[in-house]
């Protein structure tokens, strides 16, 4: 699901470029009463046949960091590693950071 060498942005500017510390930063983030998770407006862009970026708005409910969860515009590369689509680079901006 992630490749080897990754990176991540987050909205509030912070990055991450540990491979398990992305892991476990997103499997202990504290949020809560998230039921519902999902993509809009998704776009795809073929930028070799090994990379592609996906640009959409991840919406949720619930909170994460005790905030109300609200639409984020978001950003993806994909590399294709090992004969699988993995994430190698996630930017997840304010919505006015977009």
Known sequence: MVAK???IVSADGSTMTDRAGIIKYWT???CKDVKNVDV???YAVS???STEMLAFT???DGTCFDTKNTPQPSMSI???EDGAWKLAFAFGGAPDAM
């Open 78 to 80: 994909y590399v294709k």
């Open 58 to 60: 991840g919406v949720s």
């Open 47 to 49: 930028l070799s046949a």
């Open 40 to 42: 809009k407006d998704p």
């Open 5 to 7: 060498n990754v990176a």
């Open 28 to 30: 202990e983030m504290p």
